[in-house]
């Protein structure tokens, strides 16, 4: 019998349908292995995985296949957003044992949770030199039945290579000038001059290097350091990666010149490159990014934004075509015949040239993405507004993508984050005001009365899975640029509570930080990655926040902490900077300070917003006046306003400016 009925998660849902006697990962599903005697597949993805659904209809849709899995194994699907912990440890064995990773994930295990056999996406058939699925059940069925003594020896091999393994963190000391440097060689050896990121296809959005290189650049004016950032930005928004209709980022682009995006759209990609774009504005005031940011944050609100208040988790990368059959990018691309349609001759000839749409196409059956080629000249902007939206208004007629919409707490608070800067920047308070309602949804739902947050929520119910690292450091940070922005102390306080769990939970020896809380279920390895992913690392976004609230409130215990646990970035900046990237922004903010910024003033008064808008890494702003200002924000205790007027103190290093009343010498002084 199929378990998965009464699962909250989208993705497991999608499968509880299957004739696979599907089990959630629990202690009953290996019980019955055990009783059983037979090995447990594990099966690992997420619900806008474009593999994970072609594997599920190929094979895990198909009675021949479901009849053989249920008779010789307990299989136990995992959704790898609600457990970022289990995805995590057998993830470090696939990629150990094959050299690459990726989902669908395919793991066997013994009945005590020892991976013994891996793969990724199995075909049907035999093809590449893949095997089937079917081959490869019937491998490990041999295996498990005539080689049992060689299959536990495997696995205990495999478990043992997985405990043994020790983290460099760095020992004593931050990351200096030296590893700094070091880390910025290192980017511009693999920049793309051409096409602007890192790397060759598949080519991710660097949003976290990019944070890192705009910091760079406010502390050192290191002009190589913006160029690359800025290029990046550039190259990413005329891309097909972009939505040059809706606004928002896909996951990725298949191809180095960010042509072909896989269509997927993340939380936690547009949250992450909505700051990204709002902060490029502030460094160099590029329109392009001013729109981007604004963009992007509207289609967070408009796409992904549930009823409860909080964010959605994703939007599928396949939908219905014309002609009924679900397939990937149905929903975005368009074709020469398909623009006349909606535009005519001659708005459609303009079209096509202007978003880069040929007979030909870029995608696949002679459909293109669109995207901003650049080579058409100046054209009409009241024109392509016209058309934009013509183009928007048909699509939305299409059949739409999947909505994951359980609300994933670390990706909510990058939401947050990201919302209320973009408001705050461009006077949108209806961005801030979401980011409010967001925290609010987490407080009240994700912490609830159990003072610890839940990873997930979906209808406003909080799941079962505890969070985990990354959790606690991007909710911490949502809240603490969030008090920065709407000077509410109580955002401060409920930072400080989670950042008091980080201290107590997830804290080890010498100032490594561990995925899971000291009491988290016990798996055969205790996650410990501090390394970006698609988001920051659960380590150095701990990290980010720890040091911030030290700024707030003059903690030395959470400062301690940060620079603890920033030793992990001294050892690897240098060596795998693409990986560590807002490791490496975090490092900027402390070589920085960061500066304390206590604006006694109005809320959103003129010295506020330039606050806010000051470039400095990391700096921290308290605003607010009256004698309760600094019971908001420490802070804020005995700064008042000099001659009755709004006034500015600037601190570092435990050294303070003069305070000043004119914004014009504060912008200076936060210039970086």
């Known amino acids: 019998m199929n378990r998965l009925a009464d699962e909250t998660s989208p993705y497991l849902l999608q499968h509880a349908d299957n004739p696979v006697d599907w089990w959630p990962w629990s202690p009953e599903a290996f019980a019955e292995a055990r009783e ?25 849709e198909d009675e021949t296949v479901a009849t053989y899995l249920n008779a010789h194994f307990v299989p136990v699907k995992v959704d790898r957003e609600e457990r970022p912990d289990i995805d995590a440890v057998y993830m470090e064995a696939v990629q150990a044992a094959t050299g690459h990773g990726g989902w669908p ?12 056999y891996f793969g990724t996406y199995f075909p049907p058939e035999a093809r590449h030199g893949s095997p089937s699925f079917q081959q490869v059940l019937e491998g490990v069925v041999a295996a498990w039945t005539d080689r049992r003594e060689e299959v536990a020896e ?10 043994g393994r020790s983290l460099v963190h760095g020992g004593d000391g931050v990351p200096g000038e ?38 760079h650049y ?30 928002g980022f896909a996951r990725y682009s298949v191809d180095r010149e960010w042509v072909v995006p896989h269509f997927e759209k993340m939380l936690y990609d547009n949250a992450l490159l909505c700051r990204v774009y709002a902060h490029l504005w502030r460094t160099t005031g590029s329109d392009e990014a001013r729109r981007i940011a604004l963009e992007t944050a509207d289609f967070m609100v ?140 987490l407080v009240r739902v994700h912490l609830g009365e159990v003072a610890r947050l839940a990873r997930t929520s979906k209808d406003g119910q909080a799941g079962d899975n505890a969070g985990v690292l990354e959790d606690y450091g991007d909710v911490a940070e949502g809240f603490l640029t969030l008090a920065a922005v709407t000077g509410e102390g109580a955002w401060l306080e409920f930072a400080g509570f989670l950042l008091d769990i980080v201290l107590e939970q997830f804290t080890g020896e010498g100032g490594q930080l561990y995925d899971t809380a000291h009491d988290a279920e016990q798996l055969i390895r205790r996650p410990q990655d501090p390394t970006d992913s698609a988001t920051p690392s659960g380590w150095t976004a701990a990290a980010g926040a720890l040091l911030s609230y030290a700024a707030y409130t003059g903690s030395e215990a959470h400062r301690t902490a940060a620079e603890g646990a920033l030793g992990v970035v001294k050892a690897l900046g240098p060596r795998v900077p693409r990986f560590v990237g807002w490791g490496l922004a975090v490092a900027e903010a402390l070589l920085d300070g960061p500066r304390e910024v206590a604006v006694a003033g109005p809320v959103g008064g003129e010295l506020h917003r330039t606050a806010l808008l000051g470039r400095a890494p990391g700096a921290v702003v308290a605003a607010g006046e009256g004698p ?33 009343t004119d914004p014009g010498e504060l912008a200076a002084k936060l210039g970086g």
């Open 36 to 60: 059983r005697g037979v090995p447990v597949l594990l099966s690992v993805g997420y619900s806008s995985c474009h593999w994970c659904h072609v594997m599920a209809h190929e094979s895990f």
């Open 105 to 116: 994930m395919t793991v066997f295990l013994t009945p005590d949770a020892e991976p013994f």
């Open 154 to 163: 495997v696995a205990e091999r495999i478990v043992a290579d997985l405990a």
């Open 178 to 215: 030296s590893e700094i440097a070091q880390a910025l060689l290192g980017l511009t050896r693999e920049y793309d001059e051409q096409h602007g990121g890192f790397g060759g296809a598949p080519k991710f959005p660097p949003s976290m290097v990019v944070e890192f290189l705009l910091r």
């Open 218 to 247: 406010a502390r050192t004016r290191s002009e190589g350091a913006l160029q690359m950032a800025a290029d990046t930005c550039s190259a990413m928004a005329r891309g097909g990666i972009y939505d040059q209709l809706g606004g």
């Open 302 to 441: 408009r796409e992904l934004r549930t009823a409860e208040g909080g964010f959605a988790s994703a939007l599928d990368a396949d939908s219905e075509d014309a002609d009924g059959r679900h397939v990937e990018g149905a929903y975005y691309v368009w074709t020469p015949a398909q623009l006349r349609e909606v535009l005519g001759e001659d708005d459609a000839a303009f079209a096509a040239a202007y978003f880069g749409v040929t007979e030909k196409g870029t995608f696949e059956e002679g459909a293109s993405v669109l995207r901003l080629p650049g080579d058409t000249g100046p054209v009409d902007a009241a024109r392509v507004a016209d058309v934009r939206g013509r183009l928007l208004a048909a699509r939305e007629e299409r059949p739409r993508p999947g909505l994951d919409d359980k609300v994933v707490a670390a990706w909510n608070g990058l939401a947050i984050a990201a919302l209320a800067e973009t408001g705050a920047y461009f006077d949108r308070p209806d961005l801030v005001e979401r980011a409010t309602e967001a925290a609010d949804l």
């Open 628 to 660: 309760g200002a600094g019971a908001e924000f420490p802070l804020l205790v005995d700064r008042p306003p000099v001659g009755g007027e709004p006034t500015a103190y600037v601190c570092r290093h435990f050294v303070c400016d003069a305070p000043t």
